[in-house]
């Protein structure tokens, strides 16, 4: 099998600028823990703070990017996965480049002129994470880009496609090209919840392209959001998968799989109507450094079996595998080689 550019993903390349703070920083700027918010006026003092009063390490972060990269570690084979998005022309656009790069993904970045590259305050408090995401150029990611030959190609070329939630408040456009090619040409397309606000304040653009959805991922927080938004009486994580996966679908093609993880509760997958779950590997508290982006390296793992065509099952062990090994680590960062089997 082809394996060069079978997944693409599209969505926001964040720098992430993450430390270890208190209570009182995330009282401070009004956050809780285990949340994932956009930057307003009041939080944009909080980068230098980070900068200038905490250790703070940079990664090449934003979700889709993370998952594709952990996809791309977990497969080994050198090009397997795209991504596009847009950047700053600046120091820290050149440092995300460098960072993809490095990680083996073919990126295809949008460079915006004028908006500096977007950034992610991820602030960690007991190895929990707290989310702030200032998209600046990240914001400014355009469709026209998206239709240029050298890019449409990769779309094209590729036969799974995911693109995090986040991405509906920045081009809802692009993701319904991308979604409606896909369904037209017997594609898997996939989507993640991402965040309670996106299920709250962009309902309608999430509604749109749901009906193009062959795998939808979400965690237990964002999944209780979608039903109460919807009005189903229920908070049974089960019970919501099943009905999400239930919802009208564009194409006969694929059947909808929804994937909820909880944290160290079991993964909860419906599919076909019927629903499975699966034990997450429990890890002592004294080796957990921080949560931050194990939602995303869970997608990049199970993502990483899709493409070979492997078992539900067997998805959703390298999922747990790999949020395992980041979440032993700082950011969404990982070793040298998988040792998964």
């Not at 629903?275 to 508290?285: D, E, R």
Request: proline fraction near 4%.
């Amino acid at each position: 099998m082809a394996y060069e550019g079978i997944l693409l993903g599209m969505g926001n390349p964040l720098l992430d600028i993450s430390a270890v703070v208190d209570e009182e920083f995330l009282n401070k700027y009004d956050l809780k823990p285990n949340n994932a918010i956009l930057a307003e006026e009041k939080h944009l003092p909080m980068y230098d703070e980070l900068a200038t009063k905490y250790s703070v390490e940079y990664i090449a972060g934003g979700a889709t990017q993370n998952s594709i990269r952990v996809a791309q570690w977990m497969l080994q084979i050198p090009g397997a996965t795209s991504y596009i998005g847009c950047i700053g022309k600046d120091k820290f656009g050149e440092e995300m480049k460098k960072n993809s790069k490095a990680a083996g993904v073919n990126v295809h970045y949008y460079e915006d002129e004028n908006a500096p590259t977007g950034t992610c305050a991820v602030c960690v408090v007991d190895g929990e994470r707290s989310l702030v995401a200032n998209l600046s150029a990240a914001n400014c990611y355009k469709s026209d880009h998206l239709k240029r030959p050298e890019n449409w190609a990769l779309v094209e070329k590729a036969k799974y496609i995911y693109i995090a939630g986040f991405f509906l408040t920045v081009s809802p456009d692009s993701i319904q090209l991308v979604a409606e090619h896909a369904a037209a040409n017997y594609k898997v397309f996939m989507m993640n919840l991402s965040a309670p606000f996106i299920c709250e304040f962009f309902r309608d653009a999430q509604e749109k392209v749901l009906p193009y959805v062959d795998y939808l991922f979400g965690n237990e927080t964002e999944a209780r959001t979608f039903a109460k938004v919807r009005g189903w009486e229920t908070e049974n994580v089960e019970e919501i998968a099943l009905k999400i996966s239930a919802l009208p679908k564009a194409s006969g093609t694929h059947k909808r799989i929804t994937v909820i993880t909880q944290g160290s509760d079991p993964v909860v997958v419906a599919d076909g109507g019927k629903v499975k779950t699966f034990p997450v590997a429990l890890l002592p508290k004294e080796k957990l450094v921080d949560t931050n982006g194990a939602g995303d390296a869970f997608v990049g793992g199970f993502l990483s079996q899709l493409v070979q065509e492997k078992s539900i099952a067997d998805c959703v062990r390298a999922g747990n595998y790999a949020a395992n090994v980041i979440i032993q680590r700082s950011g969404c960062t990982y070793p040298e080689k998988p040792d998964f089997n």
